[in-house]
């Protein structure tokens, strides 16, 4: 926000501030020495502020229950407060400090309403949007006037940046790069200046929008609509909805609040949920017991569900309260009435054993790729050596550019060495090889035409793309056999598809698109309309995972909401990180770099390690390690999926 003077310096030395970093990619880390660092200099803030004369704890308004924070070990919980406005503090200065206000961990923005004249302070409303910049907000020059003026009713201070993300009333993340241009008005009250016409919701740098908000998974169900009477279309399978919530304003109780909304608008129409329309939280301070269990009472339209659907709905309360509060392992949910009778109970035993949150259930302990003998092979943790797998794909006598593993590790989907034809052969061996399910309409003569690599999801469907010199068409195999079924993309326009991979929900689709010699990474959610047996299937409302990249190389499924990514910004070198489907860049551990990617493959089990196929051959990533060489020559590494 430019250089500081005046009130802003006392304001800013007042807070107390938590440095954080987060992931954006290769070079970038953060761990337990950071977060002895953030508390050891939030600390010497403290010390700073006192010296400076003002408030380091607050002194009065109402005592609070407070959430059990969640957090990582060694993460400071030092809260910051804002400071009230000063005597005789300039425009400039006032509009400065309600910006440094509104970064504070106070629920309601007491203090930041301070600085408001009494008409705003009603009418304001702070979370009807998040805007984030690259840096704080600034006062910016005009050609033909002055940014701050003084006008016939006071004075007006216009605030600028460069925004890059914006998060909806609904907590929604989408990127958003464009410049950011507002203004404030101040009147004068008395003798002191106070903002009477102001935006509504927050302007943030986003170094303060890490530190306040983190990402959060709200779960809801798959809704198959015109599949959903197909055996294989499971009625429990969660998906990950991500969203931002503020870590540190009673965070169990917000991360709830804001599942009993809804679906963000991206998901609604794909997505159901098992709370009846209208259910509110009966008492709105949530925290976990000493036992780590959750005790959550409803409001009346949740008293008269039966209890299929109350253990639906505490699956989803248990899946999204645990993501909140990843560092404690949740026991027990119990939904309750208004009164605090029971309603039912779910333990952590019975959400993993009867609710698909992907990287909850079919969890794989193999990865498997194409070695140099064109053998498909396969490895476990503890084994030194990949071996071959059962059936035709394990003898090498079908030379192999692609494969694909079914979910339940019984098939195996493989594109020829020419890339035009797709072949299906079970596991077993014994078994034979038929024919090609499909010929491509390409050439094949380039590895950006003919077959993509294929794709399963978790109902056991088979999704491939194929590529001609002018265009592309995404197709799918309904358990991997049979006629293939093509599928719309209304949004590709003229661009073709690269590469797929699918979510094991079958409800969201990662695709690699190129467009004029760039490749970008796009989410797509997959529609089924129609009626059974011939449902129309089409893939809706794309969008970017890693805008700033400017060519993507690989992606990969590794979480509910998470993909690892691999690809350059303009003029880079290449990276891989870790990237959110609402397209911001995850806050899980930094990756160490590794030369020359050319595929990667990552299980929605986050606790696997990553494969890759780079310069120095098949190389694995473990937890908390370093990659680690494979095998010197192979191709094509995947999980199933």
């Known amino acids: 926000m430019g250089a500081e003077h005046g009130d802003e310096r ?17 070079g970038s880390g953060i761990g337990t020495g950071a977060a002895r660092t953030g508390r050891k200099a939030v600390l010497l803030g403290c010390a700073g502020a006192l010296l400076a004369g003002c408030a380091s704890m607050p002194d009065s308004g109402d005592v609070t229950a407070v959430d059990q924070p969640p ?15 000063q005597d005789g503090a300039q425009p400039t200065n006032i509009v400065r400090s309600f910006l440094d206000a509104t970064t504070s961990d106070e629920a309601d923005f007491r ?9 705003a302070r009603q009418t304001w409303r702070p979370f009807l949007v998040t805007n984030v910049l690259q840096e704080r907000p600034k006062s910016q020059p005009e050609p033909a006037a002055r940014a701050d003026r003084e006008d016939a009713d006071g004075y007006t201070v216009t605030l600028s940046g460069s925004q890059v993300a914006m998060v909806d009333a609904n907590h929604a993340y989408t990127p958003e790069e464009k410049p950011y241009r507002e203004t404030i008005h101040l009147t004068k009250e008395g003798d002191q ?10 302007v943030l740098g986003q170094s303060d929008f890490q530190r306040i908000y983190r990402s959060v998974n709200k779960y809801y169900f798959a809704s198959y609509k015109s599949e959903s009477d197909d055996p294989k279309a499971g009625k429990n399978v969660l998906v990950a909805d991500p969203v931002y919530l503020r870590q540190r304003i009673k965070p169990i109780t917000s991360s709830v609040e804001a599942l009993l909304t809804g679906p963000t608008d991206w998901l609604d129409r794909v997505t159901t949920s098992a709370f009846p329309p209208g259910t509110k939280l009966a008492a709105r301070d949530l925290s976990l017991d000493d036992s780590n269990a959750l005790q959550v009472k409803l409001s009346k339209q949740a008293v008269n569900t039966d209890a299929a659907q109350c253990k639906r709905m505490a699956a989803q309360l248990f899946f999204t309260v645990q993501d909140m509060t990843r560092a404690s392992k949740i026991s027990e949910v119990e939904l309750q009435d208004p009164s605090g009778n029971s309603l039912c109970a779910l333990t952590q035993d019975q959400a993993e054993r009867d609710f698909a949150a992907p990287g909850h259930n079919g969890r794989s302990d193999r990865e498997y790729f194409i070695d140099a003998q064109h053998r498909v092979v396969t490895m476990s ?6 071996t071959p797998v059962g059936g035709p794909f394990g003898t090498g006598r079908t030379p192999l550019r692609s494969v694909a593993i079914s979910r339940k590790e019984t098939t195996a989907a493989g594109v020829s060495a020419d890339g035009r034809n797709l072949y299906v052969a079970g596991l077993e061996d014994g078994t034979e090889r038929g024919g090609p399910l499909l010929t491509s309409a390409g050439s094949g003569k380039s590895a950006d035409e003919g077959l993509t690599a294929p794709s399963w999801d978790g109902l056991g469907d088979l999704w491939i793309a194929d590529r001609d010199a002018h265009g592309s068409r995404l197709l799918r195999m309904r358990e991997g056999k049979g006629d293939p079924e093509e599928v719309a993309v209304p949004g590709l326009g003229r661009r073709r598809i690269k590469a797929i991979k699918v979510a094991a929900d079958g409800i969201r689709i990662a695709i690699l698109v190129e467009d004029k010699g760039r490749t970008t990474l796009q989410l797509g959610r997959v529609e089924r309309n129609g009626t059974s047996p011939h449902p129309t299937l089409s893939v809706q409302e794309l969008r970017p995972i890693a805008p700033q990249l400017e060519d993507v190389v690989a992606a990969s499924w590794a979480g509910g909401s998470r993909l690892v990514v691999v690809g350059r910004e303009a003029g880079g070198v290449q990276q891989m990180q870790f990237m959110e489907t609402d397209g911001s860049a995850s806050d899980t551990q930094t990756l160490p770099g590794v ?4 595929a990667v493959a990552a299980s929605e089990d986050e606790t696997r390690p990553l494969i890759a196929d780079a310069t120095e051959g098949i190389v694995r990533l473990p937890p908390d390690a370093n990659w680690k060489t494979v095998a010197k020559d192979g191709t094509a590494p995947v999980y199933p999926g």
């Open 10 to 26: 006392t304001a800013r030395s007042a807070r107390f501030r938590t440095p954080t970093r987060r992931h954006t990619g290769t």
């Open 71 to 85: 957090r990582a070990d060694g993460e400071s919980q030092v809260r910051v407060y804002g400071v009230p406005p």
């Open 111 to 119: 203090t930041a309403r301070m600085y408001l004249a009494k008409s």
């Open 193 to 202: 200046w106070r903002i009477d016409r102001l935006p509504d919701g927050l």
């Open 381 to 386: 943790d503890s084994a030194t050596e990949p």
């Open 595 to 598: 030369n020359g990617v050319k």
